[in-house]
């Protein structure tokens, strides 16, 4: 079964600037990778600000927006890495992946981790407090003062500091009490 929230756009049309990063757990467990998530965040800003004119570039003929979308990627891939590590279920058979594609108007970022049943409730409920708040304001202060650590203070951000569209994809497995979930963030460029 897959069941889709948010804003998950289920036929995305292929990119053909992309960069995929994969963490396999079957070396080291997805845990203790946790240190390289900033590093790996900002390869993917530095290698996708390339695509964009600098203030140089730019020569004023139009906006420069290296600096802006290389502060974006590093900060949502940072986030969506981080969620994929803390909610992932360390199983050698399913990998992390972090995907970031250069469409005309937009990047788009993918993540895919395997994830418990019972984190799964966990992500959900942070999931749909995200997708039915109608103030997102109070959701953003709510989430500063929570320190459960599963609050969803990372995606409220991604919405607010850099206008992104959220959704997620939950697909079931043969493995009993596991699931796949793609979290899909989309920001204007």
């Given at each position: 079964?897959?069941?889709?929230?948010?804003?998950?756009?289920?036929?995305?049309?292929?990119?053909?600037?992309?960069?995929?990063?994969?963490?396999?757990?079957?070396?080291?467990p997805i845990q203790k990778l946790w240190k390289n998530n900033g590093l790996s965040a900002d390869f993917?800003?530095?290698?996708?600000?390339?695509?964009?004119?600098?203030?140089?570039?730019?020569?004023?003929?139009?906006?420069?927006?290296?600096?802006?979308?290389?502060?974006?990627?590093?900060?949502?891939?940072?986030?969506?890495?981080?969620?994929?590590?803390?909610?992932?279920?360390?199983?050698?058979?399913?990998?992390?992946?972090?995907?970031?594609?250069?469409?005309?108007?937009?990047?788009?970022?993918?993540?895919?981790?395997?994830?418990?049943?019972?984190?799964r409730g966990d992500f959900g409920a942070a999931i749909a407090r995200i997708v039915e708040t109608e103030d997102l304001g109070s959701l953003y202060e709510e989430a500063l003062l929570d320190e459960s650590?599963?609050?969803?203070?990372?995606?409220?951000?991604?919405?607010?500091?850099?206008?992104?569209?959220?959704?997620?994809?939950?697909?079931?497995?043969?493995?009993?009490?596991?699931?796949?979930?793609?979290?899909?963030?989309?920001?204007?460029?």
């Amino acid at each position: 079964m897959t069941e889709t929230f948010g804003d998950f756009e289920v036929d995305l049309p292929a990119s053909r600037e992309f960069l995929t990063i994969e963490f396999s757990p079957s070396s080291l467990p997805i845990q203790k990778l946790w240190k390289n998530n900033g590093l790996s965040a900002d390869f993917m800003a530095d290698y996708f600000a390339t695509f964009f004119p600098t203030e140089e570039e730019a020569d004023g003929n139009g906006e420069a927006h290296q600096v802006e979308v290389k502060d974006a990627v590093s900060y949502i891939a940072n986030e969506l890495l981080e969620n994929a590590m803390k909610y992932g279920e360390s199983d050698p058979t399913f990998s992390v992946s972090l995907t970031l594609q250069l469409h005309k108007d937009r990047l788009v970022f993918l993540t895919r981790n395997s994830i418990s049943t019972a984190d799964r409730g966990d992500f959900g409920a942070a999931i749909a407090r995200i997708v039915e708040t109608e103030d997102l304001g109070s959701l953003y202060e709510e989430a500063l003062l929570d320190e459960s650590g599963k609050s969803g203070l990372g995606f409220v951000t991604m919405i607010m500091n850099y206008g992104a569209t959220l959704g997620w994809q939950f697909e079931d497995t043969e493995r009993d009490g596991l699931s796949l979930v793609t979290t899909m963030v989309q920001i204007a460029v």
